[in-house]
């Protein structure tokens, strides 16, 4: 099946504790980002990935870390995380990264930071 | 820049009565437009995408919408609200080399039976 999977789904952690959350596709996307979802704010773009080794910053960057050394991973690091980064996360690929391709989303993983 | 309004956070329908969601955009080129559904705890499902094809866009579910250049307007329609489409919806627009997406804030559809 076709998807994008995030681990964990659900984590709780404390201020400065370096975690990292990771994200696969099974669906040869050259494209990928991530994105935090906040109660009236929608989801911002936090990173996004044109292909392997290829990244750069979407709107809310500061605080957070990716990589890209494989085309199926890109996983999202938080250095040291603050409360301010409590939100609910999603990874995203697409086909390419033209306009025309739609993104496919991961279930989400949810983040609180004591 | 580009930018996405959302006019209203929360709407609420009776079943079988239309749905009209509206969003409003702004960009400085020729932009893709989208609508993403978002049901609760759940990930984001796209409806349907407008990419500079025809102005009116088909979506999945029976929902559609049009696109309005001259009004910058990309409004998500439905003839007949159905208790499944409660949810939260989102538009999504994109230009240039489409690597940056810009969400709206969301409007959260009730459906009433």
């Known amino acids: 099946e076709a998807q994008v999977t995030q681990n964990p789904r659900y984590l709780i952690t404390v201020t400065g504790k370096k975690l990292t959350v990771t994200c696969s596709q099974n669906?040869?996307?050259?494209?990928m980002s991530w994105y935090r979802q906040d109660p009236g704010l929608g989801l911002r773009q936090i990173y996004y990935?044109?292909?392997?080794?290829?990244?750069d910053k979407g709107d809310v960057p500061e605080g957070y870390k990716v990589s890209r050394k494989e085309k199926r991973n890109f996983p999202l690091i938080l250095e040291s995380p603050s409360p301010n980064q409590t939100s609910l996360y999603f990874c995203?690929?697409?086909?390419?990264?033209?306009?025309?391709?739609?993104?496919?989303f991961g279930p989400g993983t949810r983040l609180t930071v004591t | 820049a580009q930018s996405v309004t959302q006019l209203d956070s929360h709407v609420s329908v009776s079943e079988g009565t239309p749905v009209l969601l509206r969003c409003n955009y702004s960009?400085?080129?020729?932009?893709?437009l989208f609508w993403y559904v978002q049901h609760p705890n759940k990930g984001l499902q796209l409806l349907l995408k407008?990419?500079?094809?025809?102005?009116l866009v088909k979506g999945i579910n029976g929902f559609e919408a049009e696109f309005k250049k001259s009004e910058t307007s990309f409004h998500l329609t439905k003839p007949s609200a159905h208790m499944s489409d409660a949810a939260e919806y989102f538009c999504?627009?994109?230009?240039?080399?489409?690597?940056?997406?810009?969400f709206g804030p969301g409007t959260r559809l009730s459906v009433l039976p």
């Open positions: 960009s400085s080129y020729s932009p893709s």
């Open positions: 669906m040869n996307h050259e494209y």
């Open positions: 407008y990419t500079s094809a025809a102005t």
């Open positions: 995203a690929s697409s086909l390419s990264w033209g306009r025309a391709y739609e993104q496919y």
């Open positions: 990935s044109m292909n392997v080794e290829v990244t």
């Open positions: 999504v627009v994109t230009e240039g080399y489409g690597q940056n997406f810009v």
